[in-house]
């Protein structure tokens, strides 16, 4: 599935943005889209601003375990600061990280596939991969989101 598809599905879930089940997520639902939207915005830009001369290809045994199997189990991950909200996440904030990822995202499209992002633990990732991780790391979120509201009703 495309990112622009799971944008649709993000935008679908901007208005239970108040909900949380700690059951499911020590974080609600504002915190997961805030934090999607924050890496989309992220690792977007960085990577239109990458100089593909810079990508070499390397093997990665724990991206190409997630990336295969298209899954990011739940708990083993830690959000790095830059993308990990720790102070109160208001509804117009998250409508703003939306539209600016509506636009960014369309810049991907038009790179070359050496364009690249250096991943904390999945390395130096071409085009290709940078959207296979937006892709999972999306999924994995809006899983987690799903699952808040499915118990919340």
Same mark, same amino acid.
């Given at each position: 599935m495309s990112i622009d598809k799971k944008l649709s599905e993000i935008e679908n879930f901007i208005k239970h943005y108040n909900k949380t089940n700690r059951k499911v997520s020590a974080k609600g639902v504002d915190w997961h889209l805030d934090h999607i939207l924050k890496v989309i915005n992220t690792v977007s830009l960085y990577t239109v601003k990458s100089n593909p001369k810079d990508y070499k290809r390397s093997f990665n045994a724990i991206r190409a375990l997630v990336f295969t199997m298209n899954h990011i189990p739940r708990g083993k991950g830690k959000a790095p600061k830059p993308v990990n909200n720790i102070d109160t996440i208001?509804?117009?904030?998250?409508?703003?990280?939306?539209?600016? %990822?509506?636009?960014?995202?369309?810049?991907? %499209?038009s790179l070359s596939k050496n364009h690249n992002f250096k991943h904390p633990i999945f390395g130096l990732l071409n085009l290709k991969q940078v959207n296979t991780f937006l892709n999972v790391h999306t999924q994995h979120h809006l899983k987690i989101i799903k699952d808040i509201i499915k118990y919340n009703d």
């Open positions: 208001k509804l117009e904030d998250i409508k703003s990280q939306f539209e600016k %990822a509506k636009q960014i995202t369309i810049n991907l %499209a």
